[in-house]
């Protein structure tokens, strides 16, 4: 389709039915036709957490800023491009391992015993390990005051040289954080009820209930960790909408447009083209309702500013559910930046930021997942992560779809064979169409146009577009 115009609602349901645009235009793959079905993926901002990988690129871009590191190796490849692992569940089994719930609301003598017998057999085992330490837990909050003892954590070192990490023991934890916990637990022996004020008001930070000491650096501790004043490297990202009666894009549209040229011209070796490509436009209709996101919704431009010069431009579309990733676009001399990887998760914690004023944005799609081809595998990386089934327009995990996936290119990822496409065209007369200026439903329209191969091309279109997009967009008919 050509959208002329469209709502930001009625482009998020497309979305929903496996419809994405490249500007103006609107497409679907066939899927149950196509060599290469394209699946419709979304990632779960809310409970992301970044793989070893991803974490490398965040580094990458940390040295670069602070101290112009520029790593080693070719940071080229497919947006969003990084090596494949398993670190997200690692690190989250990890931690699940070594939580420890913190109550300081009474102290046992069963506890204090323990305590001092560790205590120990702490000290005869430092002197034969080294670093080897022990650890001690508080009781968990089921057990406090029941009189059992408590149980310690043993914490390892790293490996020896020429041996590799084991991983199925918890990470070692640093010196400073070993004082402090002997430090807390000796308190709380000489003074049980006073130890939490007394540790507090030695400046540490407060110990909830829930607190996780072991718990990993969030995504945004990551993205935004304080520079040095003497940065090598200033990187800016400014949220521009698309539009020429907006200042900021009208000025800095000439060096984003022939960054634009630069990178098709690099990457793809697209033949020069001093005309605007359909993906620097928009036909999205802005919209600034009170209770959505203060820049409103509609098309943006992502524009990464490194020393007063724009590196790259995320394309992407801000709608009531989700941001959607349009496109990448990058000065290919800044390759080794992984921007792909950068700026994918860039766009996830700017999820995240909308969705604490908008809490039903809560969602990013990336696009379409394509498993049948190694290369475009990618964007399964990023998870949590759904695909849309291509027949009930239901959202299924990835991991229940892949097993499917390597047995067949095209699968229905909804395993209930009674359901249905609940949002698909069940009153096709009440489609609305855009006809001599006027509109009208498509009964009236069909009543003086009698051509069956145009009913069949209007039908197909209610089936694709759904009952709800069919009474609300305008289907031109001239």
């Not at 496996?18 to 103006?24: A, E, Q, T, Y």
């Not at 098709?264 to 996101?293: C, F, K, N, W, Y």
């Not at 169409?433 to 069949?456: G, L, N, Q, T």
Request: with cysteine.
């Amino acid at each position: 389709m050509w959208a002329h115009s469209m709502t930001v609602r009625d482009y998020q349901d497309l979305i929903d039915r496996g419809w994405r645009r490249s500007g103006k235009y609107v497409y679907k793959p066939v899927m149950n036709q196509t060599c290469c079905p394209q699946y419709t993926i979304r990632c779960r901002p809310l409970h992301f957490q970044p793989s070893k990988s991803q974490k490398k690129v965040l580094k990458k871009m940390l040295k670069f800023l602070s101290k112009g590191e520029i790593s080693k190796g070719n940071g080229e490849g497919e947006p969003m491009d990084s090596a494949m692992d398993d670190a997200v569940a690692g690190d989250f089994s990890l931690i699940n391992k070594l939580d420890i719930k913190c109550e300081l609301k009474t102290l046992s003598t069963d506890l204090k015993e323990t305590i001092e017998s560790e205590e120990k057999k702490k000290e005869k085992s430092s002197q034969k390990e080294g670093f080897n330490e022990f650890i001690h837990s508080q009781i968990i909050e089921e057990k406090l005051g029941s009189g059992e003892p408590s149980h310690s954590v043993k914490v390892h070192t790293g490996p020896k040289p020429g041996k590799g990490a084991d991983l199925s023991k918890p990470p070692c934890r640093k010196a400073k954080e070993i004082r402090k916990e002997r430090k807390r637990l000796k308190l709380m022996q000489q003074n049980p009820a006073g130890a939490f004020e007394s540790f507090q008001a030695q400046g540490q930070p407060a110990a909830s209930p829930k607190a996780k000491p072991n718990q990993p650096k969030s995504l945004e501790d990551l993205i935004f960790e304080s520079l040095p004043e003497n940065a090598s490297h200033k990187l800016e990202v400014r949220l521009v909408p698309v539009s020429f009666e907006d200042p900021e894009f009208k000025s800095s549209f000439s060096q984003s447009f022939s960054l634009y040229v630069k990178y098709q011209m690099t990457i793809h070796q697209d033949p020069p083209d001093e005309s605007v490509d359909v993906r620097m436009s928009a036909s999205l209709q802005p919209e600034r309702p009170p209770h959505g996101p203060e820049c409103g919704y509609g098309s943006f431009h992502q524009q990464y500013w490194l020393d007063g010069n724009i590196i790259a431009v995320g394309v992407i579309d801000i709608l009531p559910h989700c941001v959607s990733s349009v496109y990448l676009y990058y000065d290919p001399d800044y390759s080794f930046l992984s921007l792909g990887v950068y700026s994918a998760l860039r766009e996830i914690a700017f999820t995240r930021q909308l969705h604490e004023k908008t809490a039903q944005l809560s969602y990013y799609y990336m696009g379409f997942y394509i498993h049948s081809c190694p290369k475009m595998r990618y964007k399964g990386q990023y998870r949590p992560s759904d695909l849309l089934c291509p027949e009930t327009y239901v959202w299924v995990p990835i991991e229940q779809c892949l097993p499917s996936l390597e047995n067949s290119k095209y699968c229905r990822f909804n395993q209930d064979p009674q359901a249905e496409d609940e949002g698909g065209s069940k009153e096709p007369d009440r489609l609305q169409v855009f006809y001599k200026k006027s509109i009208m439903p498509y009964r009236v329209y069909k009543s003086h146009h009698k051509d069956p191969s145009e009913e069949a091309t209007v039908l197909q279109y209610a089936s694709l577009v759904g009952q709800a997009c069919s009474e609300r967009m305008l289907l031109f008919r001239n």
